[in-house]
């Protein structure tokens, strides 16, 4: 993650600390490179600017399922 702004920058730290306690793990950006799923390429660009799993899904012409789980999750957290 990068935090160019002070504000988002100042987060980082117990933004952190909520996703661990959540479960999510981090590594680094060269460990993440290293996946198979990187060695794909869809060729299937978007005007919108889809993400690399939205590109493969299009590709094989799959449908993305839905989940609304992580939306309903980050509305809590803004509650707070």
């Given at each position: 993650?990068?935090?160019?702004?002070?504000?988002?920058?100042?987060?980082?730290?117990?933004?952190?600390?909520?996703?661990?306690?959540?479960g999510f793990t981090f590594i680094t950006?060269?460990?993440?490179?290293?996946?198979?799923?990187?060695?794909?390429?869809?060729?299937?660009?978007?005007?919108?600017?889809?993400?690399?799993?939205?590109?493969?899904?299009?590709?094989?012409?799959?449908?993305?399922?839905?989940?609304?789980?992580?939306m309903k999750q980050l509305q809590e957290?803004?509650?707070?």
């Amino acid at each position: 993650m990068l935090f160019r702004v002070q504000p988002l920058a100042e987060l980082k730290e117990p933004l952190l600390v909520q996703l661990q306690q959540e479960g999510f793990t981090f590594i680094t950006l060269e460990k993440a490179q290293q996946d198979p799923a990187y060695e794909i390429d869809p060729d299937t660009p978007r005007k919108d600017g889809a993400i690399l799993q939205e590109q493969i899904f299009d590709a094989r012409h799959l449908q993305i399922p839905p989940n609304a789980k992580p939306m309903k999750q980050l509305q809590e957290l803004c509650k707070q």
